[in-house]
């Protein structure tokens, strides 16, 4: 998927129907066990969906010299995802602080900077064998 335009569909089909389920949930249910297991995994969509096309134009248009990667998009997008659903997890059980913010936080972005670093050493054979 070559086109920034893709990712604009991908992440509607993805957020449209989790953002109303989303919105069923939260104003037509009480917080029983499944309704807030469901309510997980529509914010988990739904942020995907979000993000998915924002992750797009970000390597688009900051990583020029490659074309759009994307492994590398939905890595992005579902690591983001993930982040928001365990912040989100913290503060029901009232233990978020902004220290446990900036530990999840800065977690992620130095797995996503590990894994670039992976990405870009390329393998060439007959070099130190």
Avoid: H
């Amino acid at each position: 998927m070559k086109s920034v335009l893709a990712y604009f569909f991908l992440g509607a089909l993805l957020a449209l129907p989790s953002g109303a389920g989303l919105y069923y949930l939260v104003m037509y249910t009480q917080p029983y066990l499944r309704e807030r297991w469901l309510f997980f995994l529509a914010l988990f969509l739904f942020v995907c969906g979000v993000m998915l096309p924002l992750f797009a134009l970000l390597n688009r248009y900051f990583f020029t010299a490659k074309r759009i990667n994307p492994p590398t998009i939905i890595r992005e997008s579902v690591g983001t995802a993930l982040i928001v659903d365990l912040l989100l997890w913290f503060q029901i059980g009232r233990v978020l602080t902004p220290a446990i913010i900036m530990i999840c936080i800065g977690g992620g972005v130095l797995a996503e900077l590990l894994w670039r670093a992976r990405e870009a050493v390329e393998f060439r054979s007959g070099i130190d064998d």
